[in-house]
């Protein structure tokens, strides 16, 4: 998105400072009752005076504003306790790593973090040749900035519910890497504005080390998306931000280059999680898929733990953020996603049942009983047949796909012609903005 005017960007960027100072002036109190400092020994987090920073803030953000930042505070903070109490559940896997406080937007050497969040009834958007967005802002930065009404913001992007039932609560923040603003909406639609396979068969996902996903059916279709080159430009990105940090001066931790490195590796990651998604989703949805059964992390790290497995799937493949995003793509085509124990599935041989005879070299398992095959399809389609208690069709030729850092496309190796599929999300098309038409 983008304002019409110099004016209107400042003014949008006083907002955003506005609301990052308030997210962190309720953080502060709220972590310091956390650790028992700065006199707030006998608080807890929940009795922070946020009625008077609502009250501080509200002038340039609007009371609703307000309210929304020192909310999602709370879901922040609601958060962290329930994965703290998860971590200390020894029959909860869902949280491997000890969980951290929520942290502040920004920091005193590089600044606040430009972000706010809007209520559902404090802002409008409409869709068209000049599709636009207005928001509410405080009486303090409309006589600030001599302006009336509404700020107004030209936005770009292909919704994929131009029509809805309920919008919730806008997030609007903006992006240093690409220097541009964005926003995200999550709307609510009915049932039947949803897809609904047209069949009721089953599909299982393998979460591999080197392939980030591989995929069985029970139509006998298996599909392998590579992920070696995008975890080596993930490492490498990883090493040269430890060899810019390590020239730091002493008492600093980061520094805006660093920091735009951290931002364009995570989007890259999060570019290529969202298209793998699409892409597969919309491939399971013409196969008749109702089913999608995902192996849990807890099976993969006790299988094949080491420092470079863990470091993938905990730091770039983002296990838990990927199978969110699954789960939440996968509702659009009616498609229900089941987290299931995979363990041991990657060993198994399919021919004789071994799992202590098989030997796995990079992508290949072989078995003394004489079979020989790619580790991570064979994989799926045992945890396929362990859950439909059924054996699959037999499989065609592996369709494999390769990331050309917009599109999932077949590769050379794959047994049909080269194919483009391209994904329909906007959230992360570099440049993207408003033509200056308004």
């Known amino acids: 998105m983008r304002p019409l005017s110099d004016t209107g960007e400042q003014l949008l960027r006083d907002l955003l400072d506005a609301s990052a100072a308030l997210w962190n002036e309720v953080n502060y109190e709220r972590l310091m009752r956390y650790n028992d400092e700065g006199g707030y020994e006998n608080e807890d987090v929940w009795d922070a005076d946020t009625g008077r920073l609502e009250g501080k803030y509200k002038g340039v953000l609007g009371a609703s504003t307000a309210q929304q930042v020192i ?12 994965n703290k109490k998860a971590y200390h559940d020894d029959s909860d ?14 920091n005193k050497d590089e600044g606040r973090k430009l972000h706010t969040v809007i209520r559902n009834t404090s802002y409008t958007v409409e869709w068209g040749e000049r599709s636009r967005l207005e928001i509410l802002v405080g009486s303090e930065l ?3 900035y001599d302006h009336t009404g509404r700020l107004r913001l030209e936005i770009t992007g292909d919704p994929n519910w131009p029509e809805y039932e309920k919008q919730g609560r806008l997030d609007l923040w903006y992006d240093e ?30 979460i591999g080390a080197n392939n980030l996903v591989a995929c069985t059916t029970t139509t006998g279709e298996q599909y392998l998306y590579e992920g070696r080159e995008l975890f080596q ?36 990651r ?20 109702d089913t999608l059964y ?33 789960v939440c793509t996968a509702e659009e ?59 699959v069709r037999p499989m065609a030729r592996p369709v494999r796909f390769e990331w050309d850092d917009h599109d999932w496309s077949e590769s050379p190796r794959s047994h049909r012609p080269k194919e483009q599929r391209t994904d329909p999300s906007t959230v992360h098309r570099d440049g993207n903005v408003a033509s200056g038409e308004s």
Do not use: M
């Open 71 to 82: 909310r999602k505070n709370s879901e922040a903070w609601r958060g962290f306790f329930e």
């Open 177 to 206: 890497t690409d220097s541009t603003f964005r926003a995200s909406q999550p709307v609510t639609v009915s049932d039947e504005t949803r897809d609904t396979p047209l069949a009721d068969e089953k599909a299982a996902l393998d």
């Open 233 to 268: 430009r993930f490492r490498d990105t990883t090493r040269e931000i430890a060899r810019l940090q390590s020239k730091l001066e002493e008492g600093r931790y980061s520094s805006k280059r660093i920091r735009r490195l951290y931002q364009k590796r995570t989007r890259r």
């Open 142 to 144: 409309k006589d600030r």
């Open 294 to 326: 995902i192996g849990g992390l807890t099976d993969v790290l006790d299988t094949h733990w080491s420092v470079e497995t863990n470091a993938k799937t905990h730091n770039f493949w983002a296990f838990k953020q990927f199978t969110e995003r699954l």
């Open 93 to 106: 896997t869902s949280v491997t790593e000890y969980p951290e406080p929520p942290g502040f937007w920004g």
């Open 270 to 289: 999060d570019h290529a999680q969202e298209a793998l998604c699409r892409d597969l989703l919309e491939r399971l949805y013409a196969e008749g898929v």
């Open 333 to 391: 085509y009616g498609i229900t996603v089941e987290v299931q124990s995979e363990a041991w599935t990657s060993q198994e041989c399919p021919q004789c049942g071994s799992t202590d005879r098989t030997t796995r070299h990079q992508d290949t398992l072989t078995c003394p009983c004489g079979f020989e095959g790619h580790a991570d399809l064979t994989a799926s389609e045992t945890f396929l047949e362990r859950h439909t208690e059924e054996a």
